[in-house]
């Protein structure tokens, strides 16, 4: 039963690729990354279950500040400011 | 004072984020939640007497239903959209004036409507929100302000101010 | 088997998500569509893990992720959305309304 919804998650992963390779704009590519970082926590969460570690929750929270980071820091690059203001 | 309160709030954070009470992982806690209230403390809360007020938790907790029920009922929203196969959408930007003033209670009401129907905030200026709506239901602007931010709005000022 | 039913409804409402990132017209749709219905949809997986483990160690750490991916899921979409308004990317074709354009410049 997990298995499945794992594979479901994984699958979800290649349609943000999609939106990655395809997009017209910048933008576009940048809402993709962003998603693809919140779908990583998911399938994190869900092989915590399915092997029964704990450290994978872990690597889940590292994952989420990380992406927060890495969206903010393109999304001033976007807006037209230099990096170093 | 309110610096206290801040270190006081990232330590309890620490401590259940490693869920361990050895000494030097309180140690090593404490360390780390200095360096952040010496950094970061001036962003924090305006006054320190609203902390220990009940009645503000009691709303909050009102709020929080209030809340999780809106989001709910968004996303059931956003899925029908998705799934019609004719797109039903008539998105546009729109402006709505602000009543509350102080500017973590602004913060709350823009990620509010960040996850709620169909609104996103993109910016404040001044005394007014700017929030991209996916299906703006009519023209007059009280009408959209009512639907965008009166729902939160009354709640969010009988908790922060 | 309460954890896997709400795991369940969580990828179905990323698959939503999905959808919408791939249907929709532009970048501020795709955004509204695709914020909304991840971030929820990854918030009950995570409380699946919490029903499935109860409030020990990892349940507690899953709850704890909960505030932390919906704040920074917020603050990204809005940083996300005033970039590209500011890069210059034209609202779609079905737009109605623009009140930030006499703001800008």
């Known amino acids: ?85 | 004072m309110r610096y206290v309160v801040y270190f006081i709030i990232i330590l309890i954070f620490w401590l259940l984020i490693t869920f361990s009470l050895s000494l030097s992982n309180i140690i090593v806690g404490a360390a780390v939640a200095l360096l952040t209230t010496l950094l970061f403390g001036k962003y924090s809360l305006e006054s320190n007497v609203k902390i220990i007020q009940p009645q503000r938790y009691f709303w909050f907790i009102v709020y929080l239903f209030i809340f999780l029920w809106e989001v709910i009922k968004a996303n059931f929203d956003v899925a029908y959209r998705v799934i019609h196969p004719a797109l039903p959408i008539k998105p546009g930007i729109v402006r709505v004036p602000l009543e509350i003033k102080s500017d973590i209670a602004r913060t709350m009401l823009a990620n509010s409507i960040t996850m709620t129907p169909g609104t996103i905030t993109m910016d404040i200026v001044g005394d007014e929100i700017f929030v991209h709506w996916i299906y703006v239901q009519s023209d007059n602007p009280e009408v959209y302000a009512e639907k965008v931010s009166g729902r939160f709005e009354k709640y969010i000022k009988k908790i922060f101010e | 088997m309460i954890s896997s039913i709400i795991i369940t409804i969580g990828i179905l409402f990323n698959l939503l998500g999905c959808l919408g990132l791939i249907r929709f017209p532009d970048v501020y749709n795709r955004l509204q569509s695709a914020t909304k219905c991840v971030t929820l949809g990854t918030c009950s997986i995570l409380l699946g893990v919490l029903i499935h483990y109860g409030f020990v160690e990892i349940g507690v750490k899953a709850l704890l992720s909960i505030p932390l991916l919906f704040f920074s899921a917020t603050v990204g979409a809005h940083a996300l959305v005033k970039g590209s308004y500011k890069a210059g990317i034209k609202l779609g074709d079905k737009s109605v309304k623009d009140d930030y354009k006499e703001e800008v410049r």
């Not at chain 1, 939106?19 to 970082?37: H, K």
């Not at chain 1, 704990?54 to 820091?73: C, E, N, R, V």
Request: proline share 1%; with cysteine.
């Open chain 1, 1 to 85: 039963m997990l298995e499945i919804l794992l594979y479901i998650q994984i699958a979800l992963c290649a349609f943000c690729l999609y939106r990655i390779i395809r997009g017209p704009t910048v933008a576009d590519r940048m809402v993709g990354i962003d998603i693809f970082g919140i779908l990583v926590v998911g399938i994190c969460a869900i092989l915590a279950i399915l092997t029964d570690r704990m450290f994978l929750i872990d690597i889940g929270i590292a994952w989420i500040i990380l992406s927060f980071i890495g969206t903010l820091t393109l999304a001033k690059y976007l807006s037209g400011k230099k990096l170093n203001e």
